[in-house]
């Protein structure tokens, strides 16, 4: 049975870093697709990145150059460092796994984290 644990959420203003951390049960972050969701109201959960247990990374276009994906597995955590925020990025985030990266969207996940705020002020 696996669980994850996110931190690391916080308030930050905008051109700021924050760097979110999952911790995992299970030791699946060396066998399993690990990345990061987030949602506001009103929207859908969107993906943000993921890395597979081969390490190939993805992200969505918004992210791209700003945020940095990577995982531990001795620790067997995943982390996502973000930098040059913007309001955008306001969210609840939530850390995923899933066991393959064709099926990192949110009907695919296997499990899901409680989710972390980070709100980025203007």
């Known amino acids: 049975q696996v669980q994850l644990v996110e931190s690391g959420g916080g308030l930050v203003q905008a051109g700021g870093s924050l760097r979110l951390s999952c911790a995992a049960s299970g030791s699946i972050v060396s066998s399993y697709t690990m990345g990061w969701f987030r949602q506001v109201p009103g929207k859908q959960r969107d993906v943000v990145a993921y890395i597979t247990y081969g390490g190939r990374t993805n992200y969505i276009d918004s992210v791209k150059g700003r945020f940095t994906i990577s995982r531990d597995n001795v620790k067997n955590a995943v982390y996502l460092q973000m930098n040059s925020l913007k309001p955008e990025d306001t969210a609840v985030y939530y850390c995923?796994?899933?066991?393959?990266?064709?099926?990192?969207?949110?009907?695919?996940?296997?499990?899901w984290g409680q989710g972390t705020q980070v709100t980025v002020s203007s």
């Open positions: 995923a796994a899933a066991r393959w990266a064709a099926s990192f969207v949110a009907a695919g996940i296997e499990y």
